[in-house]
């Protein structure tokens, strides 16, 4: 047992699993006709941004665009097996509710990911970033250090 905790505890190992169990979930998920192409979208999308995020091992914005797809695919999927629950075939429906339960955990996995690659959600913040950045205030501008040379152009550095 705890060589499970060990290797899920390696970030590289996290990642890659996530990927594989969606990747063959949404695989057997379309191979029934969903007719509209709305799964078909997102989940791909999804599986680009985990193949951005195994390659760019150290990117905090990977890891963030595959967190947000793969929470907003919670709800897309629940639609979208609603709406053809009826006119699909067993194994892809099957398929489609499995990859909607494993969401989730995959979610929490991903999250796990992202702060272990740096990133933070700051309180208030739409777009987590991983430093605070400062931006220079307006309102109050600084008065320019005086200095000892003349005032007006300087013309002796033109020759």
Same mark, same amino acid.
Do not use: C
């Given at each position: 047992?705890?060589?499970?905790?060990?290797?899920?505890?390696?970030?590289?190992?996290?990642?890659?699993?996530?990927?594989?169990?969606?990747?063959?979930?949404? #695989?057997?998920?379309?191979?029934?006709?969903?007719?509209?192409?709305?799964? $078909?979208?997102?989940?791909?999308?999804?599986?680009?941004?985990?193949?951005?995020?195994?390659?760019?091992?150290?990117?905090? $914005?990977?890891?963030?665009?595959?967190?947000?797809?793969?929470? #907003?695919?919670?709800?897309?999927?629940?639609?979208?097996?609603?709406?053809?629950?009826?006119?699909?075939?067993?194994?892809?429906?099957?398929?489609?509710?499995?990859?909607?339960?494993?969401?989730?955990?995959?979610?929490?996995?991903?999250?796990?990911?992202?702060?272990?690659?740096?990133?933070?959600?700051?309180?208030?913040?739409?777009?987590?970033?991983?430093?605070?950045?400062?931006?220079?205030?307006?309102?109050?501008?600084?008065?320019?250090?005086?200095?000892?040379?003349?005032?007006?152009?300087?013309?002796?550095?033109?020759?």
């Amino acid at each position: 047992m705890t060589d499970l905790n060990e290797l899920m505890g390696s970030p590289f190992v996290r990642v890659k699993l996530v990927a594989f169990v969606h990747f063959f979930f949404i #695989s057997n998920a379309m191979l029934g006709s969903w007719g509209h192409g709305a799964y $078909e979208f997102y989940n791909f999308l999804f599986l680009i941004a985990m193949f951005w995020s195994m390659h760019s091992k150290d990117s905090i $914005e990977a890891i963030q665009t595959a967190l947000v797809i793969n929470a #907003s695919s919670i709800f897309f999927d629940i639609v979208s097996i609603s709406l053809h629950f009826g006119i699909m075939n067993g194994w892809a429906v099957a398929f489609s509710i499995i990859n909607l339960i494993l969401r989730p955990v995959s979610v929490a996995l991903l999250y796990k990911e992202f702060n272990t690659r740096g990133g933070t959600l700051p309180t208030g913040s739409v777009f987590p970033t991983s430093q605070q950045r400062s931006y220079q205030d307006i309102d109050r501008p600084t008065q320019p250090t005086p200095t000892n040379s003349q005032p007006g152009p300087n013309v002796a550095s033109i020759f």
